[in-house]
């Protein structure tokens, strides 16, 4: 492994440089664009969950003075593959979605025009609830199918594409929907499921068998900044300013949906207002001004207003999920059988339900398992990602049983926590390779869980609360709850560019996105570090195609901290190794005679005798060559190739691609722990209490990773607390708008002590040891509160998240539950 | 050019649901179109100028200490008029319903939701953004460098409007306590929910602001 | 004809100086009027363009609409003021409480910054159905989505519904009641005086509004009676987040006692119908009764009487029943 770096940067605090500018009011998003005879668009919705545009008379809107053109889906290029998304349609699935775009000299207008358009509706069969899709005769959300059925088995020895997944037509029996009455999930076929170790024996071994169904609910996504874009076309290049969480990747998939070469964009995304998972790589929105302005021959703005956002902004999947579990008398799983309905809503494919299997085989480490899953097309939001995609919900299904089997055994949350955990290289899911099962499973690069969980439970004083949950103050009851997030947490192999200029500077080129997690800066700071350079004199470049930006990870799902570590490392050992040529080149001797340090290249011991940056710089670019970036390795990505030939000649470069082994799939772990206050006159929970220990390898930027883990915290508290989708299945319309019935949470809803620790230790498969951490924290804050309420109220109240006021007022009036046992959004 | 009217013919007849269609939610907007539509605002504004009571649409703005003239519509929100007319873009446009607090601007020192305050009612007051807050030289006011001191926020485009929230809460409780300083600042919203480090980060400007 | 809830349409906007001149727009204008006060409330009703009226009138100049003034050994609150100026004002924070709390707890310090109270008790019922623009019996149609065997109704009305179930979302609305206010309302016809309790009218009396202004009326002011003042109150608001979200239930009374017994109590509910409630069952029960525990009950269980919950809402049954036992026990019992 490369060697490690004094580390004067990692692990330390400091302030992003991009704060001046967002404090200011200077930063700008991309809304605050403007552009020289801008015209505006506004999006006509569909007015009904499914349908198919018969005629459009766009005679009155086109008349209308102001009203420059308007957009339909046949404008739009066409996409590949089952089920793709575009931003314009001719067949709404959902309720909210957009139909047409009119550009107008201003809104008002626009919308006026929009008012003046006649659409003549072919209505078409809706569901908003998968289990309804399930039904014997229900309705199919889509007009190919219900379900997404996995790719079938590739014949051996065949050659071409590999085959895809399909849209097919799944239906249970009436014989499935039996257990229906006692609030169990029916459990009908399925396309998908795996398993490994003997299920039986593992229930039979079980001094404690549990079975249970849990709902959890789907939540918008809701970034402060909706998906504007604003879009003109010069001299044949597309440029867009829009908000995403990748910028380099997003380019790439503009690229694709507008059939043009990533080289005629350039795409401005400097700030970007929250993600979550919404905008990965970027919204396939953003093509509407973009094929808009080329239409009209004018910049567009596309202001995306907040119950746009709501209905194209995405969301968390919805799933039903029913897991039986054994436990032996220690609280060790022998066995766990998960069986899952994935709500999909209406596009894409989202793999989350598969997700959750995963989580919960790596988290329990449960002797025996199967997991069986059916992803339900409905005609509801397009769903995305959601921070903790897969494994947040796995908690959410899983968590409560562990703690309603720590009440019956008799066992500590924390315990039965731990004496499942898993520890090391710890295998999960099931055994498949390359190819097809192999009989060995996948495993983690590290897990330090019980660790965490350890150093929680000192810092939370979880003894000492325990003692006096449960106790009844006044109309008050106290309860504390424990759960582990686990998340996977960092890919590999891309590349990274450095230049050390002839200005004595080291430029940092950043291809991922700024959508607050500042890893677009934090992560500089390593190649910093490599080479010594105060960071007073490092310039990160980031946030435009236009400014040469390497191939980069997506920004999402915790990937980006281990990704870009890594290939910033490589690039700056690159840099480094150059430098030491260059110095033995111009002063003797060999390249290892050679250090760095204070931003110079020196003999060992002899700082004296040795060359600036600044010197090395403009050597690098009198050698030429390899040296300042005109002669580039073979094994860097084409996007990285292209942004290097632009870059080359302004200095020494170090350019590489990530090539550190990795033995193991990157997994990032939280340990949520919290004290919650219920109120059981008005059913109302206040959490009081909460801490989030990480185990996410080595610390980079200590005030990043305390934000990232209590952000995280506080949106899977939100879903424990409030957040969730409602519609009205009758009519398949969203009811619960924007932000007010959204219900993210507010800052007088945290607990008000909110803490968090990290064990620190790093990752031992990566140079620089660093996980990332933006996914974990959500379902262990999830649960954590989901247990806490459990642990006050008791393990029986509640089968499904959010668990508001009603839920458990209910439950306690009644002495049962009272709710919907197994609906989706309501 | 445009094509006026689109047909895609007459697809099959498919089954339709054995749930009803809302024919109700169309009916409700074209009664309201119908009834009460008007046309572009330029000509009908005017026309309506002269009439007692209604307003003149050149009006003149105190923004961050600068008087500036601006044509703006009966209709027409601060947030807009900031935004798209004067060019301060700063303030943020998150929800425009009074949902979220990205729009938050001081209007005499008191902070109101830009996106719901009609222009036409804030003549004659000091309105004060997120760009008149540093000091003409550049000297950022103690609550913007306590966020830049404590790393407050993540995305931050909810940062403008909480500062402007907490420097018009803090003017009337210079000395709060962290659970009167999360009150005062409570009609903000931040999706990274990283309101715990915006809590010290302006319970440190609050420190900043007595010192000062 | 396609519908865009987006961007505000144009009107005339109007700014009066005087009542006089304001009640002279809303009679000319007629039922083209729409008053502007906070405007909280109205700027979704036009930003949605679900409402469409052609003469905005905006109350924000009129000073003899603002401000708080001692009357008699009582208060009147202009209907202008924002609940901030209630919240701030030393009278209401010495002698009524009650009102202080019930405004603290509204929406949001902007909102309150900004919100009047006059627009407060006005407001429209937020029914996720009628607010969508859904064409149902409040809108003018015949039907109520949110009484349907599938609605979603969570939020909706326990107690007088008639055809349509909203409810009404006031926060000061039951603590006027409570202290006995009475509304002052005006028109080009002259000045009327009503009691709180009957400014809120359900839809039995007229399913479209939520109050009994009619359009050419303006409530000018809000008047509280000293009987109450430094009473013993209680206020509480159930809702799912600590910010922006309204009522599920809301309770406020306000009590005299001898030390033993009840003497005098006016108690009032919201959240639970289209108009706020005074119970005045529970308060002829509990009048001359021990402020005891077994009271409490009493008042709890006579409260939700005719409780006629929805598919999704019985939760609201045993939380008022809650709250009302809780402002009986007052705020140490809690």
């Known amino acids: 492994m490369a060697d490690k770096a004094d580390n004067k940067l990692i692990g330390k605090n400091y302030t992003p440089p991009d704060h001046i500018a967002k404090v200011t009011g200077k930063a700008k998003w991309a809304e605050d664009f403007r552009a020289d005879g801008m015209l505006f668009c506004k999006l006509l919705l569909s007015p009904m969950p499914h349908a198919r545009v018969r005629k459009i008379d766009l005679r009155a809107a086109l008349a209308m003075p102001g009203v420059k053109a308007i957009l339909t889906a046949d404008d739009l290029p066409k996409l590949d593959g089952p089920g793709a998304e575009r931003a314009l349609t001719n067949e709404p699935l959902y309720q909210g979605e957009p139909v047409l775009a009119v550009a107008a000299v201003d809104e008002l207008t626009a919308a006026e025009a929009i008012e003046r358009i006649d659409i003549d509706w072919e209505p078409l069969p809706f569901v908003v609830d998968p289990l309804e899709s399930l039904r014997p005769n229900g309705p199919s959300a889509r007009l190919e199918g219900n379900v997404w059925a996995p790719p079938a088995p590739r014949p051996a020895g065949a050659t071409g594409a590999p085959p895809q997944p399909e849209i097919k037509t799944l239906k249970w029996t009436a014989e499935d929907f039996v257990e229906e009455a006692a609030g169990r999930l029916p459990m009908g076929k399925v396309l998908e499921e795996w398993s490994y170790g003997d299920l039986d024996a593992g229930f039979k071994e079980a001094a404690l068998v549990l079975d249970e169904t849990f709902v959890v609910n789907g939540s918008h996504h809701q970034t402060m900044e909706s998906r504007s874009a604003m879009a003109y076309w010069q001299n044949g290049k597309l440029h867009i300013y829009c908000s995403t969480q990748s910028v380099v990747r997003t380019a790439d998939n503009l690229s694709q949906w507008l059939g043009i070469p990533a080289s005629d964009i350039v795409l401005v995304s400097e700030y970007t207002g929250g993600g979550f998972g919404s905008k990965g790589g970027g919204p396939i929105s953003m093509t509407i001004p973009a094929v808009l302005s080329k239409k009209v021959n004018a910049p567009v703005m596309m202001r995306i207003s907040r119950e746009e956002e709501h209905y194209i902004g995405r969301v968390r999947t919805n799933m039903t999920g029913r897991v039986k579990i054994g436990f032996r008398k220690d609280g060790r799983i022998t066995a766990m059988d998960l069986f899952i309905v994935q709500d999909n809503g209406s596009y894409g494919r989202w793999n989350d339900y598969a997700g959750a299997g995963n989580a919960a085989s790596l988290m329990y480490q449960p002797l025996a398992m199967r997991w069986r899953g059916v992803s339900v097309f409905t005609n509801t939001f397009p769903k995305m990602q959601q921070r903790s995609p897969g494994p947040m919900q796995g908690n959410g299904i899983v968590e409560p049983v562990l703690t309603k089997a720590a009440k019956q055994l008799g066992l500590d949350q924390i315990e039965i926590h731990k004496i499942n955990a898993p520890a090391g290289k710890a295998p999960f899911g099931p055994a498949v390779g390359p190819g097809g099962p192999n009989g060995k499973r996948p495993y983690v690069t590290s897990a330090f869980v019980k660790e965490a969980l350890d150093r929680g439970a000192e810092r939370f004083k979880w003894a000492e609360r325990k003692a006096q949950a449960g106790q009844r103050r006044g109309s008050k009851v106290r309860g504390v709850g424990v759960a582990v997030g686990p998340h996977g947490s960092g890919s590999i192999g891309y590349d990274g560019i450095v230049t050390i200029r002839p200005d004595g500077k080291l430029y940092v080129q950043s291809g991922v996105g700024n959508l607050g997690t500042h890893s677009m800066v934090d992560l500089a700071r390593v190649a910093a570090d490599i080479l010594a350079m105060p960071w007073e004199r490092v310039e990160v470049i980031w946030g435009d195609t236009g400014k040469f930006l390497p191939w980069s990870c997506l920004s999402v799902g915790s990937q980006t901290t281990h990704a870009m570590t890594r290939a910033n490392h490589a690039a700056a050992m690159d840099a480094k190794r150059k430098l030491l040529e260059i110095a033995a080149k111009d002063l003797g001797g060999s390249p290892d005679e050679y250090e760095l340090g204070n931003a110079r290249v020196y003999q060992r011991g002899n700082p004296g005798r040795g060359l600036s940056y600044a010197q090395a710089g403009a050597r690098a670019i009198a050698l030429g060559g390899k040296y300042d970036g005109h002669e580039l390795p073979e094994d860097i990505h084409d996007f990285t190739k292209r942004s290097a030939k632009e870059l080359a000649g302004l200095g020494l470069m170090g350019v590489a691609k990530d090539n550190y082994p990795r033995d193991g799939a990157t997994w990032s772990f939280v340990a949520g722990f919290a004290e919650v206050e219920v109120d059981v006159e008005t059913g109302k929970t206040t959490v009081i209490d909460y801490l989030a220990v990480g185990d996410v390898g080595t610390v980079i930027n200590p005030r990043s990773l305390g934000g990232q883990l209590h952000g995280g915290s506080c949106l899977g508290i939100g879903h424990a607390l409030f957040q969730k989708m409602v519609y009205d299945q009758h009519y398949g319309m969203p009811l619960a708008k924007r932000f007010h019935y959204n219900k993210p949470l507010t800052i007088l809803d945290i607990p008000p002590t909110l803490d968090w620790d990290a064990v620190n230790l790093p990752d031992p498969e990566t140079p620089v040891g660093a996980r990332g951490t933006g996914e974990p924290p959500v379902g262990a804050g999830y649960c954590a509160v989901m247990n806490a309420i459990a642990d006050a109220v008791g393990v029986d109240v509640f089968r499904r998240g959010p668990v508001t006021p009603d839920v458990i007022l209910m439950s306690l009036e009644h002495g049962r539950r009272m709710h919907e046992p197994l609906k989706a959004h309501v | 050019m445009e094509e006026p009217i689109i047909e895609r013919g007459t697809e099959e007849k498919r089954p339709i649901s054995r749930r009803d269609f809302i024919k109700g939610v169309i009916a409700a907007g074209a009664v309201a179109t119908s009834a009460s539509y008007l046309f572009r605002s330029t000509g009908a504004m005017f026309s309506q100028s002269s009439a007692q009571g209604s307003v003149e649409r050149l009006i003149t703005l105190n923004v961050n200490g600068q008087i500036r003239r601006v044509d703006v519509m009966n209709q027409e929100t601060l947030a807009m008029t900031l935004r798209y007319k004067l060019g301060l873009t700063g303030t943020k446009l998150g929800c425009d319903r009074a949902e979220c607090g990205a729009c938050t601007v001081l209007i005499d020192d008191v902070p109101h939701y830009s996106c719901s305050v009609l222009t036409h009612t804030v003549r004659s007051r000091k309105i004060l953004t997120i760009e008149g807050l540093a000091s003409p030289r550049g000297e950022l006011h103690p609550i913007q460098q306590a966020v830049v001191d404590e790393q407050g926020f993540q995305c931050a485009f909810c940062m403008s409007g909480f500062v402007m929230a907490a420097v018009g809460f803090l003017k009337l409780n210079p000395n709060p306590t962290r659970s009167e300083l999360a009150h005062g600042i409570s009609g903000n919203l931040c999706r990274c929910q990283d309101y715990n480090k915006i809590l010290t980060a302006f319970m440190r400007g609050a420190e900043y602001m007595r010192r000062a | ?334």
């Open chain 3, 1 to 334: 004809m396609a519908v865009i809830h987006d961007v505000m349409p144009s009107f005339g906007l109007y700014q009066p100086a005087s009542v006089a001149d304001a009640l002279n727009l809303l009679d000319r204008h007629g039922r083209d009027a729409w008053i502007l006060a906070g405007g909280l409330d109205s700027f979704d009703w036009l930003k949605d363009r679900i409402k469409r009226p052609k003469a905005v009138v905006d109350l924000s100049g009129i000073s003899e609409l603002q401000g708080i003034r001692e009357s008699g050994d009582g208060l009147e609150i202009g209907a202008m003021t924002t609940l901030t100026e209630v919240v701030r004002h030393p009278a209401v924070r010495e002698r009524y409480s009650l009102l202080l709390e019930a405004a603290e707890h509204a929406a949001s310090p902007q909102i309150r910054n900004q919100g009047t109270i006059g627009g407060n008790v006005s407001q429209d019922t937020r029914c996720w159905y009628y607010r969508t623009g859904w064409f149902c019996y409040r809108a003018g149609g015949n039907i109520c989505y949110a009484d349907t065997p599938t609605a979603m109704n969570r939020e909706h009305a326990i107690l007088g519904a008639d055809r349509c179930v909203a409810v009404n979302p006031s926060d000061t609305a039951p603590a006027l009641i409570a202290l006995d206010a009475s509304m002052v309302v005006r028109s080009k016809s002259g000045e009327r005086v009503v009691p709180a309790e009957e400014y809120f009218i359900g839809p039995g009396t007229d399913i479209t509004r939520m109050t009994i202004l009619q359009p050419g009326d303006l409530l000018t002011a809000i008047r509280i009676p000293g009987t109450w003042g430094g009473a013993r109150f209680y206020f509480e608001k159930v809702r799912d987040r600590n910010v922006w979200d309204f009522a599920l239930v809301s309770v406020a009374s306000a009590m005299s006692d001898n030390g033993e017994t009840i003497e005098r109590v006016r108690i009032a509910v919201n959240g639970v119908a289209a108009r706020p409630l005074r119970l005045r069952a529970v308060e002829d029960a509990v009048r001359g009764k021990a402020r005891s525990e077994e009271t409490a009950k009493l008042a709890g269980d006579l409260a939700i009487q005719g409780a006629l919950p929805l598919q999704h809402n019985a939760y609201k049954v045993p939380l008022m029943r809650n709250l009302v036992k809780r402002a009986i026990r007052g705020a140490e019992g809690a």
